[in-house]
């Protein structure tokens, strides 16, 4: 009988099987319990998620799993501890705010592990197919979450776009998946960049068309111009623990499975979809930014930031090379910890629904609630890139990277986005610290033992990265030495 498969390497997924276990273990829990979230629900899932970020971070690289379907390497690593750690503090996130909303159903943290095990698949993998199953496995997980507060017709709204626009962005992505395996023959990313060493392959149309195809389905799933239309309403609609997790995971995720298939199957192909990355990029930054400015709403203005930051990694992705790869795998842990703990602040809004996000009414916040009010000027500090946050470190490796790649046009426009969305970001701490708090009960409530361990770990992260960024650095370059990125 031929082996199809070849030798079964099951460590290299060990982090995705600890996740779906658990994720199985806790509906069994729920459903024992009523379809009611205990506290072993929320333990067994912290513990799941912890689980996985011990077995990535004892990943060790070796040769491609599954007949090359599975990358183990270095960026497999990386991504996989990037992607549990956001799903360690979205769970302690949500810990703090199913509860007081009265969304305690244990399939949430359920859905969140599964998520994040879909999120895995596709930034390991080394074959279309499997990328694919991967990104709609974690889609399909978000459209349910988005809709969590059933009960409020916001968040079913949010669902419905989300679910509907995903879907046409599936289309896209399957259809260009299609055109390239047409050219090529194959959907193994290594195979294709093979292919691509046939001149007649390089310059087929149907290959081009096949890449703008993919990268038009993966810039819906990372927010990028113009594909951003969905990401404000489906933020601000679904409960914010699940915003958080939306706007941190699924774009790191998207943009690992862009360097796989941009950087190991259609390398040779660089010149031409480099140029089409970098319109998006401009695109995307200044358009993200412009929006934000005018926003009045918390949620929708995080929202416009994390498409400019989506930007602001399509710029590494141009630039390429060994500074722009390191650059990616930084920033990707900066915008992650920053956008998690920003997310969880807005979290603690009393009244969310009846405009309580309004950035109007974070108003005298530093002083009602200092520890909060300090991790939020962090977050906003990070995300415009002020040192010594890990977010001003991240922007000078990606810039710095375009520059020493020859794209200076690029780093300009990228250092002038980042100076005009200080204005939104130092808008919110303006109001936090400049402001009198209206009269009344105060707009957040206190942070419980979940919430707080997160805003610190998020903080401390932050701080660590932005102050002493050698150890970062150094695991980010090797991640990337040698692998032709």
């Known amino acids: 009988m031929p082996d199809f498969v070849g030798p079964i390497n099951w460590l290299a997924v060990l982090p995705e099987i600890i996740l779906c276990s658990v994720a199985s273990l806790v509906l069994v829990i729920t459903s024992g319990n009523g379809g009611r979230a205990g506290s072993r629900t929320l333990g ?81 993998g080394m074959d279309m197919m499997t990328i694919f199953i991967g990104l709609e496995v974690s889609s399909i997980s978000q459209y349910i979450l988005a809709a969590f507060r059933w009960h409020q017709r916001r968040s079913v709204e949010a669902s419905i776009k989300y679910l509907l626009l995903g879907a046409f962005a599936s289309g896209f992505l399957l259809y260009g998946i299609a055109l390239t395996y ?14 691509l060493g046939d001149a007649g392959v390089l310059g087929n149309p149907l290959l081009l068309a096949g890449i703008g195809f993919i990268v038009v389905g993966f810039g819906f799933k990372v927010s990028a111009v113009p594909f951003h239309m969905w990401t404000p309403d489906v933020y601000q609609g679904a409960p914010t623990a699940v915003t958080a997790f939306m706007a941190a995971g699924p774009k790191v995720a998207g943009f690992a499975a862009l360097v796989r298939i941009l950087g190991f199957g259609f390398g040779a192909a660089r ?24 926003q009045s709403d918390m949620k929708r203005m995080l929202a416009y930031s994390s498409i400019a930051h989506a930007g602001y990694l399509l710029v590494s992705l141009v630039a390429g090379a060994e500074w722009g790869s ?69 922007k000078f490796y990606i810039f710095g990277g375009a520059v020493r790649e020859g794209f200076v046009t690029l780093a300009v426009i990228g ?71």
């Open 44 to 124: 067994f899932s912290l513990l799941g998620a912890v689980g996985a970020f011990v077995a990535a971070w004892m990943l060790t690289p070796g040769p491609d799993a599954f007949s090359g379907a599975i990358a183990v390497d270095g960026l497999s690593r990386v991504f996989s501890l990037i992607l549990a750690g956001s799903a360690v503090l979205t769970i302690l996130i949500t810990a703090g705010y199913t509860g007081r909303w009265e969304v305690q159903s244990g399939e949430y943290y359920a859905l969140i592990l599964f998520a994040t095990s879909g999120m895995m698949i596709m930034s390991k």
């Open 182 to 195: 047409g050219a090529t023959g194959s959907i193994q990313l290594r195979d294709m960049a093979a292919a």
């Open 271 to 294: 010149p031409e979809w480099s140029m089409i990355l970098w319109w998006l990029a401009v695109l995307t930054m200044t358009a993200g930014n412009i929006l934000a400015l005018v």
């Open 326 to 394: 390191v650059g990616t795998l930084y920033y990707m842990v900066a915008y992650a910890l920053t956008t998690l703990g920003a997310f969880g602040v807005v979290a603690l809004v009393r009244n969310e629904e009846d405009g309580g996000t309004a950035i109007e009414n974070f108003a005298g916040i530093g002083y009602a609630r200092p520890w909060v009010g300090l991790a939020m000027a962090v977050f906003m500090f990070s995300l415009g890139g002020i040192p010594p946050t890990a977010g001003f470190v991240g």
């Open 415 to 485: 250092v002038l986005n980042s100076v005009v969305s200080m204005y939104y970001y130092l808008r919110v701490v303006v109001a936090m610290y400049m402001r009198p708090a209206a009269a009344g009960e105060s707009p957040l409530i206190p942070a419980n033992r979940t919430i707080t361990a997160a805003l610190a770990i998020a903080v401390l992260g932050i701080l660590v990265f932005g102050v002493y960024p050698g150890p970062l650095y150094a695991t980010a370059q090797a991640a990337v030495q040698g692998l032709g990125l």
